[in-house]
């Protein structure tokens, strides 16, 4: 008899610590205000959380995303990409490219999925199809041969444009696709990205704020326009399996992925890390050659004084 009172204890605890953990794990979708996101596991495609993620939604520069696989896959890299006029036109973010001017492709890539230059993705598409339009025609024959059947792109940066359109499923399978690559995969994680403007040198930080301070983050891509608010996609391992996180329509992003992460991991990032790891790009300037200028500044202003002397000699000897 003192033995089955002690198994009844023993179930009853096993059952409220495992009532306790569940609601420890469950998401308030509430909370949340992303209009839609999904958390997929990505080899067997088991949806752990998600919310009316076959919702078309506008992409922002999630775009991109298919835009490096595509210019990854048809281009091998070391060519040299001169831009139309039509990059004057296109607005921030961008690497400020000059028509005409020879940038290596590979730069463009990078830039493209790391700085999220709109520039760049312009450059790539009319480069690889000719004109925007028809590389976006190539985006969606890809898209449609990954079953991304909801998906629809005008353009190759992801800036607003009408009919343009994709779904947190369909935006899975694509960066589940990308991922494949081991070329996209090495870019997306790229922390940093040096690229020559002219005779500077600037160095731009990724956008993916999760690199910097969560450990599990693999890769990512951020998206923003005022018409499509926040979005987001990324991927992260956890017990040797990788997971993939989309986000369409959110008022803070980072705030909901946190939310929604913590599903699967008992730490996430703190609000702290999170603005301590915003990206930022600086001018890099070489201290050999600063340092060469203030010496011949120095060297001018001897010469000047001495000009003064010999001019006006002292009485005293």
């Not at 569940?22 to 308030?28: A, C, E, M, R, T």
């Not at 495609?45 to 919310?51: A, E, F, L």
């Not at 607005?91 to 760049?120: C, F, V, W």
């Not at 990324?234 to 705030?255: N, R, V």
Request: net charge positive; charged share 25%.
């Amino acid at each position: 008899m003192k033995f089955l009172k002690q198994i009844v204890l023993l179930f009853f605890f096993l059952v409220l610590t495992s009532l306790s953990y569940g609601q420890n794990h469950i998401l308030d979708k509430n909370n949340v205000t992303a209009t839609s996101y999904l958390l997929v596991e990505k080899d067997t495609w088991k949806i752990i959380d998600g919310r009316d993620y076959h919702r078309p939604l506008p992409p922002a520069s999630t775009t991109k995303v298919l835009t490096t696989i595509i210019a990854i896959e048809n281009i091998k890299g070391n060519e040299i990409i001169r831009p139309d006029t039509g990059v004057l036109k296109i607005p921030r973010s961008k690497l400020n490219l000059k028509p005409g001017h020879g940038y290596r492709a590979q730069d463009l890539i990078k830039g493209t999925m790391i700085e999220s230059a709109n520039d760049a993705a312009y450059a790539l598409a009319t480069y690889i199809g000719s004109s925007e339009e028809n590389f976006a025609n190539l985006m969606n024959e890809k898209a449609r041969q990954l079953g991304a059947v909801n998906t629809n792109f005008k353009n190759a940066s992801g800036l607003y444009a009408p009919e343009q359109f994709t779904t947190c499923y369909d935006l899975a399978l694509i960066f589940r696709y990308a991922l494949s690559n081991p070329a996209f995969t090495e870019i997306a994680r790229t922390k940093y990205f040096l690229f020559k403007e002219g005779k500077k040198t600037v160095r731009y930080q990724n956008h993916n704020r999760f690199l910097f301070c969560f450990e599990p983050a693999i890769a990512g891509k951020t998206g923003y326009t005022r018409a499509s608010r926040h979005s987001y996609v990324g991927a992260f391992e956890k017990d040797g399996k990788t997971y993939i996180l989309t986000i369409l329509g959110s008022e803070d992003k980072w705030t909901d992925a946190v939310k929604i992460l913590k599903v699967l991991y008992d730490r996430v990032p703190t609000d702290e890390e999170l603005r301590l790891a915003k990206a930022s790009s600086f001018v890099l300037t070489s201290y050999k050659k600063e340092k060469m200028k203030k010496t011949s500044l120095k060297k001018q202003k001897t010469k000047v004084k001495n000009k003064k002397i010999k001019r006006n000699p002292s009485k005293k000897r």
